[in-house]
C-alpha cells in the first residue's frame, strides 16, 4: 500500500488562466487547498500555488487584484503515474523543488499529491496505532 493511489486528492479543483490572483487566492481558502490547476480550453496548462502568490506576487510588490493567475503559475505539469511508490514521488518533487505533484492514470489526470499527503502516508507506515501511543503525554496550555 505505498503507491501514490491511497494518498492523493481526488478531487480536483481547477481555475482559468485569466482569473486574477484574488480570484484563485479566495477559491483556494473556500475550498482550503493550497493549490488550483489552471486549466483553460480543454487542457490542464500549469498549477497555481500559495507559494506563487507569496514569492510572484507579494514578494514583487505585484497587484493581486489585477495580477493573472497565467502570470504566475508554475509549467509545464510534473506528472507521475498512480501505481508509482510514494517514495518516487518523494524524489521527484524534491527534484523538481516541488510540493505539488500531478496524478495520473491511463495518461488521464486523477489526483494531486501535496506534501501534507506525506503526513498521511507516514502514519500510515510508521505510526502507532491508538493503544500504543504513550499516556504520559500532557496537552499544553497557550
Request: a negative charge; hydrophobic letters at 40%; proline letters at 3%.
Amino acid at each position: 500500500m505505498d503507491q501514490i493511489k491511497f494518498y492523493m486528492e481526488e478531487s480536483i479543483l481547477k481555475v482559468n488562466p485569466g482569473a486574477t490572483v484574488t480570484e484563485a487566492a479566495k477559491y483556494m481558502a473556500e475550498n482550503r487547498v493550497a493549490a488550483l490547476l489552471v486549466s483553460g480550453e480543454n487542457k490542464f496548462l500549469g498549477i497555481v500555488t500559495d507559494l506563487d502568490f507569496s514569492y510572484k506576487v507579494i514578494a514583487k510588490d505585484l497587484d493581486p487584484k489585477t495580477t493573472l493567475v497565467s502570470e504566475v503559475m508554475s509549467h509545464p505539469l510534473i506528472a507521475l503515474d498512480c501505481e508509482k511508490s510514494m517514495v518516487e514521488a518523494f524524489k521527484t518533487m524534491r527534484k523538481n523543488n516541488i510540493r505539488h505533484l500531478v496524478v495520473s492514470e491511463n495518461k488521464k489526470l486523477v489526483g494531486i499529491l501535496s506534501i501534507k499527503d506525506f503526513a498521511n502516508y507516514y502514519n500510515y507506515k510508521f505510526g502507532n496505532e491508538p493503544s500504543e501511543v504513550s499516556s504520559d503525554t500532557e496537552a499544553v496550555k497557550a
